[in-house]
């Protein structure tokens, strides 16, 4: 990773922090002209440190789980042709919004209409990955969190990681910055709607086509500006921009900042699976303590007796300090029912398939009529 400059650690983390903001205004906060800003943010983009998308609130839109799937292959087959034979057939599906591989293993997180749907793509998976020979012994585990009896706590919200990695290498930096704790680590609301704002199925979403419709281009193209969207979609600027913001402040769309993992200086990525003991259920509570909801967690979804998390480290050393404090926080409160299952993935090997996908799930669902 190419070492960041004081401007460029402050920016990057002012806009991980607040991704809803307007440039400006984090500007202000960072004490830095908005030419300097702009001209820092812009250099981050293009080296690859910051990716600014639109992230569709499913529990408003109709959807009604997450399925996460981890899988082990038959290592004689190479990572390369593995993908490139899933890629047209497994990852082909529009549900599988995230999906990363290396050789021997695999994770994905998907989203869908109904559980029936994710059973669906789950047995022809498994049909194709046996017709392939790439399954080991043990099928793909699959774990399914329906919105209404899950909670999402962490979805991809790096700042606390950024944040706690500066506070290693440059404390000093971070006391200038002076972002309050509760904004770095702020409760993580981009897919859980509350029950009011919920619908039991997208046809039930209250949104014109032309809404629809301009939110899938939102999605699909979210570094365009409503000015350049509308040379290329028939919407005029005023219409994009009137929608994105009733989109944005009725809770159906979210901004985030998702940096290019593989450039930012991590070199694990681990998965964690905990069955809970139903006598010791998590609570919420529970699930936002910081030895569970750790500043290296990139991912974390939670029903009382069942949690997935994806962790990143920049070494082992860090690793084995978030682990143990993890197993340690479940053992001392009696939540663990048996053993986590931890899957460790190398970030300089693995291929990411699919990297939070979300516009050909929009455009499906709806049968919107774009490109």
């Known amino acids: 990773m190419k070492r960041l400059s004081s401007a460029e650690k402050m920016v990057l983390l002012g806009l991980l922090t607040y991704p809803d903001r307007k440039d400006m205004d984090i500007a202000e906060m960072l004490s830095l002209p908005n030419s300097t800003f702009a001209s820092v943010k812009s250099r981050i983009s293009e ?3 910051l990716n ?7 529990p408003a839109l109709g959807f009604e789980l997450i ?8 290592p004689s087959v190479s990572v390369e042709e593995r993908i490139d034979n899933t ?7 529009p549900e599988m919004v995230l999906s990363i591989g ?3 293993r695999g994770f994905s997180i998907s989203v869908a209409e109904n559980v029936t749907r994710i059973m669906s793509i789950s047995h022809e998976r498994i049909k194709i990955l046996a017709d392939m020979n790439l399954l080991e012994i043990e099928l793909p585990q699959e774990v399914l969190f329906p919105f209404e009896m899950s909670h999402v706590h962490r979805f991809f919200n790096l700042a606390p990681l950024f944040h706690a990695r500066l506070e290693r290498e440059d404390p000093a930096l971070i006391e200038e910055i002076g972002f309050p704790s509760e904004d770095i ?25 032309k809404q629809l419709e301009v939110m899938y281009y939102l999605v699909k193209y979210p570094h365009m500006s409503a000015s350049a969207l509308s040379s290329t979609i028939p919407y005029s600027r005023h219409t994009i921009s009137r929608v994105r913001d009733m989109l944005i402040n009725e809770g159906y769309i979210r901004k985030m900042v998702v940096p290019d993992l593989s450039r930012i200086g991590y070199s694990i990525l681990s998965l964690f699976h905990v069955k809970i003991d139903p006598k010791r259920p998590l609570s919420e509570r529970s699930c936002n303590d910081r030895a569970l909801l750790q500043d290296d967690t990139v991912f974390f979804i939670s029903r009382p007796t069942e949690l997935i998390m994806l962790a990143l480290y920049e070494n082992y050393p860090l690793y084995n300090r978030g682990m143990s404090s993890f197993n340690q926080f479940l053992k001392a409160n009696e939540h663990m029912l048996k053993i986590p299952t931890i899957r460790n993935h190398s970030l300089s090997e693995a291929i990411w398939v699919k990297n939070l996908v979300h516009h050909p799930l929009i455009k499906e669902t709806f049968h919107l009529d774009v490109e």
Do not use: C, Q, W
């Open 52 to 58: 600014e998308i639109y992230v569709p609130v499913f």
């Open 67 to 74: 399925a996460t799937v981890y899988s082990d292959f038959n």
């Open 102 to 104: 290396e050789s021997h």
């Open 185 to 209: 680590r702020k409760h993580d609301n981009i897919l859980n709607a509350d029950r009011g704002s919920m619908r039991s199925r997208p046809a039930d979403v209250n949104l014109s086509r």
């Open 47 to 49: 080296m690859g440190y």
């Open 87 to 93: 890629r047209r057939t497994v990852e082909v599906y």
